[in-house]
């Protein structure tokens, strides 16, 4: 059975504070970005990928009247950045798209998502130290300059890119069974169980966290019968020898996974760290 795995990374090491951002004159003086994976992360199938990129207006071609309602086609291109076969680099284009934005959008700028999956995909097959890109941003009727990073990225971080993730691990592993129950909110039963919890941060004001905004975290609640789901018999043997200084068992988490997070540290640098203890796996009575 297939176990998934969402992480985010952002460019050099997960963190942003230190990015490269290198020009090439072969890439006419777009910059190459790069992201490198962990060689435990490299270890499992991609199911899905995505880049995110903060598209932002550079500069207005002189001589051109925009107004600020005015919309523009973007043509977007992302490439990886690789060799040929007589050693020279060379930028191969995985991903093409296009979209509409406003003046105004283009003035503040906007967050957009690429579909990277198969460039990502044959990275992980054939891995190298780095997965190294250029995005490729152009106004269809070149009235103005764009560029991604933008040179604002430099002193504002969470401008920087950073790829989504979605991992399938296909190790064949004999699973252990496990007795923990999973219902939903309409379920009639008492006994402990497993609920489903989606939290949102942005809904408590937590704006420090880039990604996820929201995530499955899962809660435990029920009855625990002296005889159900007890994780430890001590539990039920103590009740029964001191029944008035025992509480009894409780539905409690058996087993929590952690989530892989963007997120600002003290000194607004990107920080990407892996949190333990957030999402409850299995409940059970103790």
């Known amino acids: 059975m297939s176990h998934m795995e969402r992480i985010l990374i952002a460019n050099f090491e997960c963190k942003v504070s230190a990015a490269d951002t290198r020009r090439h004159s072969h890439f006419k003086g777009l910059k190459v970005i790069n992201f490198r994976f962990t060689s435990k992360v490299l270890q499992n199938e991609v199911d899905e990928a995505f880049l995110n990129i903060h598209v932002q207006e550079l500069e207005q071609r002189l001589n051109v009247t925009l107004g600020p309602e005015e919309f523009f086609s973007i043509g977007l291109q992302v490439n990886r950045v690789t060799r040929n076969s007589q050693g020279s680099k060379a930028s191969v284009p995985y ?25 990502v995909a044959e990275f992980f097959r054939l891995p190298r130290e780095n997965l190294a890109i ?9 009235r103005m300059s764009l560029v991604v990073p933008h040179p604002s990225s430099e002193s504002n971080n969470a401008l920087m890119p950073y790829i989504e993730v979605s991992l399938r691990d296909n190790t064949h592993k004999r699973t252990r069974r496990t007795i ?25 004001g937590w704006d420090w966290i880039i990604a996820p905004k929201q995530y499955d975290a899962n809660y435990c609640s029920g009855e625990c019968p002296y005889s159900f789901l007890q994780k430890y018999p001590h539990t039920h043997l103590v009740h029964l020898v001191t029944p008035q200084g025992s509480g009894g068992p409780c539905c409690a988490p058996r087993k929590m996974s952690s989530i892989s997070m963007l997120y600002f540290d003290d000194d607004l640098n990107i920080i990407y760290g892996t949190i333990p203890g957030m999402v409850v796996e299995s409940c059970g009575c103790s």
Do not use: A, H
């Open 134 to 142: 250029v995005v490729r941003v152009q106004d269809s009727k070149n």
């Open 95 to 119: 991903t093409e798209s296009s979209i509409k934005m406003s003046r105004k959008e283009l003035k503040i700028g906007r967050w957009v998502k690429l579909n990277v999956t198969n460039m």
């Open 180 to 204: 923990g129950m999973d219902c939903t909110e309409n379920s009639k039963e008492v006994r402990c169980c497993r609920y489903p919890l989606s939290v949102n941060f942005e809904e408590f």
